[in-house]
């Protein structure tokens, strides 16, 4: 009872923060939820089930696309398309998944990048279906069930998202489920040995998280009201293995903090560096590698662990 | 027929490229078993120094081109000293020095982006601009001159796997690493020479593409796609593999732009699907390995 | 020693890796309760035997039948289902969990499959539950004290035993043990031992491959003895000890190596 009160709570507060914030700050904290959402995600895909995919972004892509198509294109009720569009990206990732886990070793990863870039291409060439180069604006988020959600409100949408991103992943970690993806991850033959049937963990966990950054990409959909190519690109896809990486990954707090630093920092090195923010994400990366393999959660942990 | 064999060249003289690239992975993936997402940014870097040293100094070619692979063998060795051999020694899992090169990926990319800017930087053709006609076979002396250099390559990379002792510790490591320790064979010194021959090796290839698609910052990863892609059609068992693979993507790539009824912005998606086709229907590649690799 | 039909009964089984025959023609059978120690030089074949059980190699050719079905073509997770787990001669933990969860993980058969069950009300019962047989099971191979430790600290022998808890929480009816006494220091050895009755004394099948005769011949109930992939002996322990052949084969060496 007292968890089912603190999320709760923690839903109010989220959803009731833009209202101090102002417009441009309440923009930006409501794409910093977004890439929480994302990274918890991919924290499960890359740190738990320990697949090295580049796919999430563009699946991400796939939901934001695919509401929009579905919506103003093929006129179907708001509803019915992100239950269409979720279909779509689980089945999209069961294509690509039932081939490439399969595979061994690092092949999975050259399997994401060849999907991701190429639908990159399918934007660019789709069309009046895609919107070309272009992309898809000028749309306006219809009215569910006669309340209109767009402006401020639209954060509470973005607020139940994240948090409930983030409770689906933590039931199914704390299972035998999440169990499994550890236990594939750490060593496949032993988790085998225990009955554990691998190749299809990690089919399940790449198409349920895939399915996640479909739902998240359909409510990024209406955050700016346009979805264009250059935005699912491969730059974000690196970009959210460095949060998770950065900030430890296998751990949900580790993925928020992650994607929480490395969302802001380009705004307070931008007044230093102007737009070279991305070097320092290299460099980051590289050292969270190098010198701290268990990211910034694991420096937290140590200094818990001695009492000051 | 003369439509034909113009496209020839030029199909092969992108294939080089990509068969370079391809070799470049190669040589580091058959010791270590390590994927290199930077190779495609070795290759900018490359691509770079050409303009810097041969476009906007005015070195000599041959020069310039000496001081640039001598350049390209010591980022390579530093590429493992940094981000390679702390976490070997660590006995970190494989995946750790594969993302910390794709770190280095980043890293090389936005620093030259700092250093040179966002503009494409035109480098000099070594042989002018003009064409070259051997029998039926007509084209730009560059295309003439990156076959004539990846021929030279592969045939040395050849020589050096088949001929050479060296080489045959190289193989030896490949196929089991703990019994080419117990032989005596120095593991990190092999590692080290794989990365430096592979940063040369690719950035010879950015040096020679450079001139007909200019050096520009993000040319890195899509090289990158290409070459692995000309891999996995090779097969990473064998050298001839990865020029195989490089000559078979560009004609699929130039036969598909020049005759297929498609769009031409789809042609980019040729070596996609032809990655996935072959990571799904034949994941070791056209060219099998000599012998199987331990697990 | 128990007379009812076999649970585990292997014929001609043979495992050829291109022109090597690693394993030819072994048959043995293994009754509920039972403890086979499985013996012979290194290279003689009781690993190669383990890993065709476990599903992790297919047989050349040869039968294994397990509670009367067919095992050969079965992969090594379908195997694990069936009641068949196996530890392994190097300890395999998984790394990046506590010492609870990785008994956990050898209990996967025994949650009921399908995600919509997580998060149903039953699924966060059938969790605690799972948890209370994983604690008595570290309880019973004697780490109660590491439970939520991290495996990292483990030492050496600890993990021996984590390896036993672990396929024992699948609730096995036949375990397969990969040299469990080996690196032991003899205290160990002797709590292992009883460990090892009592499992047995459950009703489960044991198959053990041992080096140390000092160990396995007071212990196990039957002893088969490999040499150059063939079944040279098979009989009580103290038939064993006074079998030419095999003193031969493996005791004479093994004497001589002391």
């Known amino acids: ?308 | 027929m003369q439509d034909f064999l113009e496209l020839a060249v030029s199909a092969a003289a992108s294939g080089c490229i990509y068969g370079l690239i391809a070799l470049a992975y190669l040589l580091v993936l058959r010791p270590t078993g390590i994927i290199n997402f930077a190779i495609g940014e070795w290759a900018m870097v490359g691509a770079f120094a050409g303009y810097l040293l041969l476009g906007y100094l005015h070195w000599r070619y041959p020069l310039g081109a000496a001081a640039i692979l001598l350049f390209m063998l010591l980022l390579g060795w530093a590429t493992e000293r940094i981000a390679v051999r702390p976490l070997v020694e660590r006995g970190a899992p494989l995946l750790a020095p594969v993302l910390a090169l794709l770190g280095m990926l980043v890293v090389f990319r936005e620093s030259i982006s700092v250093l040179f800017g966002p503009d494409p930087r035109q480098v000099p053709y070594p042989l002018g601009f003009g064409r070259l006609e051997l029998g039926p076979l007509v084209g730009s002396y560059q295309n003439f001159l990156m076959i004539g250099v990846t021929a030279a390559v592969f045939i040395a990379a050849w020589l050096f796997f088949e001929r050479t002792v060296w080489g045959k510790s190289f193989e030896a490591v490949a196929i089991d690493r703990r019994a080419a320790a117990l032989m005596g064979i120095d593991l990190s010194r092999v590692t080290a020479v794989s990365f430096a021959a592979g940063s040369a090796v690719a950035g010879l290839a950015g040096l020679l593409a450079a001139p007909n698609i200019s050096a520009h910052f993000l040319m890195g990863v899509p090289l990158a796609i290409q070459g692995f892609t000309a891999l996995v059609i090779g097969g990473v068992g064998r050298v001839e593999g990865a020029l195989l693979g490089g000559l078979l993507l560009a004609f699929a790539e130039e036969l598909t732009v020049r005759y297929a009824p498609i769009p031409p912005g789809y042609a980019q998606g040729v070596p996609l699907i032809l990655l996935m086709i072959f990571l799904v229907v034949r994941p070791k590649g056209l060219l099998r390995a000599p012998e199987a690799r331990a697990a | ?258």
Request: hydrophobic fraction near 55%.
């Open chain 1, 1 to 308: 009872m007292r968890t089912w009160a603190a999320w709760v709570g923690a839903a109010l507060l989220m959803s009731a923060l833009p209202f101090v914030l102002g417009e441009y700050h309440g923009d930006l904290y409501r794409k910093l939820l977004l890439w929480i959402a994302l990274a918890l995600s991919y924290n499960f895909l890359f740190g738990i089930s320990g697949q090295v995919a580049f796919s999430h972004f563009a699946f991400y892509g796939v939901g934001a696309y695919a509401v929009v198509i579905l919506v103003f294109q093929a006129g179907l009720p708001l509803p019915l398309a992100v239950l269409a569009g979720v279909a779509l990206c689980a089945l999209l990732a069961l294509a690509v998944a039932l081939p490439a886990t399969r595979l061994e070793g690092f092949y999975l990863a050259l399997a994401t990048l060849a999907f991701a870039q190429l639908f990159i291409v399918v934007l660019n060439e789709g069309g009046a279906l895609t919107g070309g180069t272009g992309g898809l604006a000028n749309y306006r988020m219809p009215k569910v069930a006669g309340v209109d959600l767009s402006g401020r409100p639209y954060t509470a949408v973005i607020v139940l998202l994240v948090l409930g991103t983030a409770a689906l992943l933590r039931r199914l970690d704390r299972s035998w489920f999440g169990r499994a993806c550890r236990a594939v991850r750490d060593n496949p033959e032993a988790a085998a040995a225990m009955g554990v049937n691998v190749a299809r963990t990690k089919v399940v966990a790449f198409a349920v998280t895939s399915a996640l950054a479909g739902v998240a990409g359909m409510a990024y959909a209406f955050v700016d009201n346009t979805v264009n190519p250059p935005i699912f690109g491969l730059e974000n896809a690196f970009l959210l293995l460095f949060m998770v990486i950065i900030g430890g990954a296998g751990r949900d707090a580790g993925a928020v903090i992650g994607a929480v630093l490395l969302y802001l920092l380009p705004f307070v090195l931008s007044p230093l560096i102007g737009h070279h923010h991305a070097l320092v994400f290299g460099v980051l990366m590289v050292a969270a590698i190098l010198l701290q393999p268990r990211g910034l959660i694991g420096i937290y942990d140590a200094l818990k662990r001695r009492p000051a």
């Open chain 3, 1 to 258: 020693m128990p007379s009812s039909a076999a649970l585990l009964e292997v014929s001609a089984l043979t495992k050829r890796f291109g022109g090597l025959t690693a394993l030819s023609e072994v048959d043995f059978r293994l009754h509920e309760g039972e403890i086979l120690g499985l013996i012979g030089p290194n290279g003689a074949g009781k690993t190669t035997t383990f890993s065709l059980i476990a599903g992790a190699l297919a047989p050349s050719s040869g039968s294994i039948r397990f509670a009367g079905e067919q095992m050969v073509g079965l992969a090594p997770h379908a195997i694990a289902a069936r009641g068949v787990l196996r530890t392994f001669q190097h300890n395999r933990p998984f790394a990046g969990m506590p010492v609870l969860d990785n008994v956990l993980v050898g209990a996967h058969t025994r949650f009921r499959q399908g995600l919509w069950r997580i998060f149903s009300g039953s699924a966060a019962r059938e969790e605690q539950e799972g948890r209370q047989r994983a604690e008595a099971l570290i309880d019973f191979v004697g780490l109660g004290e590491a439970r939520n430790a991290d495996v990292g600290t483990l030492s050496f022998g600890q993990g021996r035993l984590l390896e036993i808890a672990r396929a024992l929480a699948g609730e096995p009816r036949l375990i397969l043990l990969d040299e469990p006494a080996a690196g032991l220091t003899p205290a160990e050895c002797e709590r292992l031992a009883e460990i090892i009755r009592g499992i047995a004394a459950r009703g489960i099948a044991v198959l053990l491959i041992e080096h140390d005769m000092r160990f396995l011949l007071p212990l196990a109930h039957r002893i088969a003895v490999l040499n150059f992939g063939r079944k040279i002996a098979d009989g009580l322990p103290e038939e064993i000890r006074g079998d030419r052949a095999v003193r031969d084969a493996y005791l004479g060496e093994h004497a001589a190596r002391r």
